[in-house]
C-alpha cells in the first residue's frame, strides 16, 4: 500500500542553519504531497502542499519539490529560527481526502 | 480563523468509562470527516471514515464497537471511546475537505485515561 518514509530525528540546529528533511513516498497513482507541522502542545498546521510532479510548494521560507522521478519531497529552509522548533511531518494524500503520514522529524533549533 | 473545531482539547477520564471528542466543520458541510490517532512520539494514524448520514469505515485494527463515530449533520462527527483503557491515551484529531479538497484539520484532543 502507499507509505511515506521520513528521516529520523531528532534534528538539531543552530540558528541561521540550513535545513533539510527527506522525505520519500510509495504511492499508486499520483498522489498530492504535503508538509505538516505540530508545534508543543498544539494540533497540526499544513505548511505546504503541491498537487503534481515538479509542483513548488513554499511557505514561511520552507520549500519542498514533488520529485517523481525520486519518489521525493523534501522539506528545505535556508535559514531556521528558534521558532521554527516543532514536529514535521510528511504525508501524501490516500483514498479520498485521507492522508498518511510519516513517522514526524523532530526540530529542534538553538540560538 | 478556524475552520474546524474539535473539543474538548484535553479529557481525563476514568479506566471503564467512556468519552466523546467532537468536531465540527464551521466554515462548510461535510459529508465526509476524517479521524487520526496519535500515540506519543508516532505518527498519526487513519482510524476511520466517517460519512455522513451512513456508517463510519474503520481501518484494520480499529475497534469499530470502541470506537463509535456518528456524523448525524454536516457539520459534526463525533467519536466515542467507550469503555476506555489506559492504551486508549492518544491524541485524537479529525479532518475535513472541502469542495476544492483543501484538508483542514482540528485543534485535535488529548486523551489520558487513568
Known amino acids: 500500500g502507499d507509505s511515506v518514509t521520513q528521516m529520523e530525528g531528532p534534528v538539531t540546529l543552530s540558528e541561521e542553519a540550513f535545513l533539510t528533511i527527506n522525505c520519500t513516498y510509495t504511492?499508486?497513482?499520483?498522489?498530492?504531497l504535503f508538509w505538516y507541522v505540530q508545534y508543543p502542545g498544539e494540533g497540526l498546521q499544513l505548511l505546504l502542499k503541491?498537487?503534481?510532479?515538479?509542483d513548488k510548494g513554499s511557505n514561511k521560507g520552507f520549500e519542498a519539490t514533488y520529485r517523481k522521478e525520486t519518489t521525493s519531497f523534501h522539506l528545505e529552509k535556508g535559514s531556521v529560527q528558534v521558532s521554527d522548533s516543532a514536529v514535521y511531518f510528511c504525508?501524501?494524500?490516500?483514498?479520498?481526502?485521507?492522508?498518511?503520514f510519516g513517522k514526524g522529524t523532530t526540530l529542534s533549533v538553538s540560538s | 480563523g478556524a475552520v474546524v473545531s474539535q473539543h474538548p482539547s484535553r479529557v481525563i477520564c476514568k479506566s471503564g468509562t467512556s468519552v466523546k471528542i467532537e468536531c465540527r466543520s464551521l466554515?462548510?458541510?461535510?459529508?465526509?470527516m476524517f479521524w487520526y490517532r496519535q500515540f506519543p512520539k508516532q505518527s498519526l494514524m487513519l482510524m476511520a471514515t466517517?460519512?455522513?448520514?451512513?456508517?463510519?469505515?474503520?481501518e484494520q485494527g480499529v475497534e469499530k464497537d470502541k470506537f463509535l463515530i456518528n456524523h448525524a449533520s454536516l457539520t459534526l462527527s463525533t467519536l466515542t471511546v467507550t469503555s476506555a483503557h489506559p492504551e486508549d491515551s492518544s491524541f485524537y484529531i479529525c479532518?475535513?475537505?472541502?469542495?476544492?479538497?483543501?484538508?483542514?484539520f482540528g485543534e485535535g484532543s488529548w486523551l489520558t485515561v487513568v
Open positions: 479532518s475535513v475537505s472541502d469542495a476544492g479538497n483543501t484538508i483542514y
Open positions: 504511492a499508486t497513482g499520483y498522489p498530492s
Open positions: 503541491a498537487t503534481k510532479a515538479d
Open positions: 504525508a501524501l494524500s490516500g483514498a479520498g481526502t485521507a492522508l498518511i
Open positions: 466554515d462548510f458541510q461535510a459529508t465526509t
Open positions: 466517517s460519512n455522513e448520514g451512513s456508517k463510519a469505515t474503520y
